[in-house]
């Protein structure tokens, strides 16, 4: 079956603009992960959904980031007023259950030019 | 808070040569711990994992063992091969439901015939 696919896989965008990212989880799975990848860095956990309870925001940086589920499909990751710090690789996940291993996406490289 | 640090890389060895790579944590309660690889161009895929202290997680020819005592999960191969070069990535979950995880900064390895 299909793996955990995200859309765009690169963006550049210029300073100050929004953006949208997307990912498709894999079919059947109720957890599903959005994390960050700098250059250079490890991964840092932005937000998580599961099902439909209250996702846990914890990780995301600033109130410019947002992120939405519809049920246990496609989730969107926004960042407003985008900066130049904001470049990274997004990379989302998606599980069974929280206690499930993860599946990882290709990722979308957001370059803030 | 939980947190995951491995050894600076890039770590450079020959064929057939041993690899340990260090990876230290800190956590509350009983994380379970993960090694994540990513291959050059490709997603980030679970390499192996251990889930209570004393378990030893295996793949691939590479294992890891879980010591509580000493809060480490180093991962360790007999004899690595070119195509092991990748980063590879050390990681927690922790106690809480979220079953976020928790990344290291990552480790380049590079394997030369």
Known sequence: GAGVSQSPSNKVTEKGKDVELRCDPISGHTALYWYRQRLGQGLEFLIYFQGNSAPDKSGLPSDRFSAERTGESVSTLTIQRTQQEDSAVYLCASSLDARSEQYFGPGTRLTVT | GDSVTQMEGPVTLSEEAFLTINCTYTATGYPSLFWYVQYPGEGLQL?????????????????????????????????????????????LRGSSNTGKLIFGQGTTLQVKP
């Not at chain 2, 294992?63 to 092991?84: M, N, P």
């Open chain 2, 47 to 91: 390499l192996l994992k251990a889930t209570k202290a004393d378990d030893k997680g295996s793949n691939k020819g590479f294992e890891a063992t879980y010591r509580k005592e000493t809060t480490s999960f180093h991962l360790e191969k007999g004899s690595v091969q070119v195509s092991d070069s990748a980063v590879y990535f050390c990681a």
